[in-house]
């Protein structure tokens, strides 16, 4: 059974910092995997997602990898701002035709002017 | 362009008392999910369908319904609520000829039992 994991649980960095969120999973036989933002009270927003074939993707300040043999992927956010206070979920789908999206449970990140 | 729509917002539901959450989709998706998001905790899975006409369980079945007459409606039926079910819920779709399979998620309904 798939488990995915989130480490750290919660985050607080001062505004500039460049930081890194992590997302670990125990099945390596994935066909792709998908960073999410959350923000209080609102639904989860797409931020980056990696094919299994991939080692990384990015996005304007945002950049994740992924490393399938070690169960790991990593979002790294450049020169965080205070908009980027939300809480990141990281969600894998399983390989073999599988629909389904096994979710971590989050890191939430704090970012202080 | 509306994407995932989901109502209603709120609710607050006595213990035993039965409700629909409703979930549309106007991106011609053919896959459709029902998730519940319990506090600190990530997603889990409650029902999904590959299309009209086919669900299938997820993680978290027990205690919904979910039925797909049309492409674009995916509603879950909660009967005799209980307050385990207190929860936000979300819907979600992607599309199987999209290579990755991307998951466009709704709003939420932020549910209660008491």
């Known amino acids: 059974k798939q488990e995915v994991t989130q480490i750290p649980a919660a985050l607080s960095v001062p505004e500039g910092e460049n930081l890194v969120l992590n997302c670990s999973f125990t099945?390596?036989?994935?066909?792709?995997l998908q960073w999410f933002r959350q923000d209080p009270g609102k639904g989860l927003t797409s931020l980056l997602l990696?094919?299994?074939?991939?080692r990384e993707q990015t996005s304007g300040r945002l950049n994740a990898s992924l490393d399938k043999s070690s169960g790991r992927s990593t979002l790294y956010i450049a020169a965080s701002q205070p908009g980027d206070s939300a809480t990141y979920l990281c969600?894998?789908?399983?390989?073999?035709?599988?629909?389904?999206?096994?979710f971590g449970k989050g890191t939430k990140l704090t970012v202080n002017p | 362009n509306a994407g995932v729509t989901q109502t209603p917002k709120f609710r607050i539901l006595k213990i035993g008392q039965s409700m629909t959450l409703q979930c549309t989709q106007d991106?011609?998706?053919?896959?459709m999910y029902w998730y519940r998001q319990d506090p600190g905790m990530g997603l889990k899975l409650i029902y999904y369908?590959?299309?009209?006409?086919?669900?299938d369980k997820g993680e978290v079945p027990n205690g919904y319904n979910v039925s797909r007459s049309t492409t674009e409606d995916f509603p879950l039926r909660l009967e005799l609520a209980a307050p385990s079910q207190t929860s936000v819920y979300f819907c979600?779709?992607?599309?199987?000829?999209?290579?990755?399979?991307?998951?466009?998620f709704g709003p939420g309904t932020r549910l209660t039992v008491t």
């Open positions: 369908s590959v299309g009209a006409g086919i669900t």
């Open positions: 979600a779709s992607s599309y199987s000829n999209s290579p990755a399979y991307e998951q466009y």
């Open positions: 099945d390596s036989a994935i066909y792709n």
């Open positions: 969600a894998v789908r399983s390989g073999g035709g599988s629909e389904k999206l096994v």
């Open positions: 990696i094919q299994s074939s991939q």
């Open positions: 991106m011609n998706h053919n896959y």
